[in-house]
């Protein structure tokens, strides 16, 4: 396609641009990250973008980071490859959707290491790493049903995927723990991030009767929509109590910060393996934001049901299960369903009274 | 005191010739004050926008596979804007595309079918495209309904089924409930151009639609009768032409070539059909359609030159870390300067102060 003594040429010519510059930088470990939304979204990006700053502030000159915001995930390859090929040695994908191109990447780079977000599929290079923000739906669950005085609550989905059906089951399993009769509806924005349509999803949820709306979509918009009714809601991913300081209850917020500090000096250290991580309340990759706006006695019912998420006491997903025709999922985990059945999770628990969308 | 337009009687071709040029230089020096007031070197903003993208051959390789579906569709596009029909909706086209050349290759999954499975994908992908772009057409030849209105609407039909399909009855059965097919076997993949290349060949349909398009305009009856169509409609109605007829080819080649631009994305780039298929490409290719003058050739520089700003915008973020804002604020600026020449290479600015109208 081009001419080769061409392509020689210019790739020296970079060759040199780029050893003048590059020496001094070298020794730094450069670490990358690739953001679906923009920084400035309030919610998942914005997240991982805290836990970027964090490895700065963590590892100050021995690390230098960088981010590409706003990568669409239909074109996202070349992204990650152009942090694979300007010396990154570490890689964040913070998208399902970057899962296919990240593997790509990885292998024609195996000397890069790859950390992709909420992703199932593995490489020698490549770890997966998500956090189990089911067990903070639980609690939230608990005091939605407690704060309802029409007893029904409501959800704002992103789409029907499994880590989003597991956040709506056991929002309603916390819910049912303290009110058995409590009802629930569901609308589907079809976006993470699409301020417009949150809003209206929460608004039409509000028009159904419902005083308390959980989010799993990354603006703060159906929470301010809660706020401009006088109703409730819940932050999403980051504590969002400054924009709806009336409503908002608590919030569940998304703490990267330890895993990617651990993960950079793993790389630092050489002691870098690729891995499954999926932690929760307990190593704090999940954090419940300050619990405001109810009683008393609510704000203790929360606290402790976080306690016993923590110690291991409570799952949220403790056998028996129920579908929604009634009939008993099979138990695989100790007590429990297994995470991989929670990670794949297509069904709607007894008692949602609504069908999910397949 | 107002400043008019007025028509100049002649334009000079060397004016012409230059105009592009001039509007690239005015759009560096606005969005170098704009980086300098930031504080940046503007110098560097360049090397790392323009010339590194131009001197690497990595970079030169991923400005083709970016610029493919690009030039692909706006080639399409020039047919119905030469012809002044306006055809919004090559998004949809390209999804139509994608999706019918895709059911071949999740019909033939797993089985041992041949070397004839890509080319029909291929004829299936055009015709999908071309069928769903003569909706648009049929109606306006019909009823008269006004096809910017039609062609753009039928944008969401077509991401809807897409959604529709890869969270139902194409799901992968294997992949966790998550929206998206099994990916492509070998036989449904479009070829690389190269061993460890991105670039498939898409580009060479490109090439080839870029050339025949360029004898078509050029040199052939029917090329004449868009031209007149779009410059003189009832002289075109006088010469016998059929509007109708002429309605429904440019719509069917228009929609043809981005049903092509679809599936070879899918097959060439992404190996599998997922919610999201498209970064927007049948919505930026109507710039390029218009920055490159309607021209074949100039559509080819075009789509170059926007998938320079698309590349230089992440090599800014990642080596000088420049907010993406800045890129997006400068393809705006580009646009803007190349249209604002074009407009002074045909008209002049006349200042008409009071008492000096008429």
Known sequence: ?358 | MRFELTPRPTISPVMRTLAPVAAFVTAFLIAGLVIWLMGRSPIAAFQVYVSQPLSDPWALQELLVKATPLALIAIGLSYCFRANFWNIGAEGQYVMGAILGSWLALKTHGTDAGFWVMPAMLVLGIMGGALYGLIPAFLKTRFGVNEILTSLMLVYVAQLVLDYLVRGPWRDPKGFNFPQSVTFDPAATLPLLGEGSRVHYGTIFALVAVLVTAIVLGRTLFGYRLKLTGDAPRAARFAGFNAKRTTMAVFAISGGLAGLAGISEVSGQIGQLQPSISPGYGFTAITVAFLGRLNPIGILVASLVVALTFIGGESAQILLKLPLDLTQAFQGILLLCVLSADALVSHRIRFVTRGGRK
Request: net charge neutral.
């Open chain 1, 1 to 358: 396609m081009f001419s080769r003594s061409l392509i020689g040429a210019l790739a020296g010519a970079t060759a040199l641009a780029l050893s003048a510059g590059g020496a001094a930088a070298q020794q730094k470990l450069k670490v990358g990250f690739i953001y679906v939304g923009p920084v400035g979204d309030y919610g998942w990006s914005h997240q991982h973008d805290v836990g970027r700053k964090a490895i700065e502030k963590a590892f100050g000159d021995k690390v230098e980071t960088t981010y590409v915001e706003s990568v669409p995930e239909a074109d996202s390859e070349r992204a990650i490859e152009q942090l694979a090929r300007t010396g990154h040695g570490l890689v964040f994908t913070t998208s399902f959707g970057f899962m296919e191109p990240t593997l790509k990447v990885a292998k024609k780079y195996p000397n890069v290491k790859f950390e992709h977000a909420t992703g199932f599929k593995r490489a020698p290079n490549v770890s997966t790493y998500a956090a189990k923000f089911h067990e903070g739906r639980y609690i939230i669950g608990q005091i939605a049903a407690k704060m309802s005085k029409s007893g029904t609550i409501g959800y704002v989905g992103a789409f029907p995927i499994p880590e989003v059906v597991a956040g709506i089951n056991s929002y309603f399993l916390g819910a049912q723990s303290v009110n058995p009769n409590i009802k629930i509806k569901v609308v589907w924005a079809n976006s993470w991030y699409d301020p417009a349509k949150e809003a209206d999803a929460a608004k039409a949820l509000l028009d159904q009767g419902v005083d308390v709306v959980a989010q799993h979509t990354d603006s703060p918009a159906p929470l301010q929509a809660a706020e401009a009714r006088g109703k409730f809601g819940f932050g999403q991913a980051s504590d969002m109590a400054q924009f709806a300081p009336k409503a908002q209850l608590t919030a569940i917020i998304d703490n990267w910060s330890d895993y990617y500090v651990a993960r950079t000096k793993a790389v630092l250290d050489g002691t870098w393996k690729s891995e499954d991580t999926w932690d929760g309340l307990a190593q704090h990759a999940v954090v419940m934001a300050p619990y405001k706006n109810m009683p008393d006695d609510v704000k203790k019912m929360a606290e402790e049901t976080e306690a016993a998420i923590k110690s291991g006491k409570l799952n949220p997903f403790k056998c028996p299960v129920l579908k929604q025709d009634g009939s008993q999922v099979e138990c695989k985990g100790n007590g429990a369903l297994s995470d991989e059945q929670v990670l794949g999770m297509n069904f709607y628990v007894k008692g949602i009274d609504d069908k999910l969308p397949q």
